[in-house]
């Protein structure tokens, strides 16, 4: 049974980092795509971040480029966050797919976490 499984989420001020982390088990995760979208209040789920299979290729929103940083080691996803804004609130979400058909596209991932929730205040 495939399951995704994220933390390190929490209550921080602007300008602060945080580092989310996303245990995958169930099956070897080493060629899927792996990403993070987030769902602020109110809001639709929204791409964040992705990372390829083997050559780790990775793909950033415009919003968030240059400030989050995505990584994978083995079965575990990472998300570092630096700068965090207010707007970066939200609940994070890891998800992973042996293959995409768009990045950004949540309709394109068929495993998805339960979430982590991030605070950012101003």
């Known amino acids: 049974q495939v399951q995704l499984v994220e933390s390190g989420g929490g209550l921080v001020q602007a300008g602060d980092s945080l580092r989310l982390s996303c245990a995958a088990s169930g099956r070897t995760f080493s060629t899927f795509v792996m990403g993070w979208f987030r769902q602020a209040p109110g809001k639709e789920r929204e791409f964040v971040a992705a990372i390829t299979g083997p050559r780790e290729r990775t793909y950033y929103a415009g919003s968030v480029q240059g400030r989050f940083t995505i990584s994978r080691d083995k079965n575990t996803l990472y998300l570092q966050m630096n700068s965090l804004k207010p707007e970066d609130t939200g609940v994070y979400y890891c998800?992973?797919?042996?293959?995409?058909?768009?990045?950004?596209?949540?309709?394109?991932?068929?495993?998805w976490g339960e979430g982590t929730r991030v605070t950012v205040s101003s």
């Open positions: 998800a992973a797919s042996a293959s995409v058909s768009s990045y950004s596209a949540a309709r394109s991932y068929d495993y």
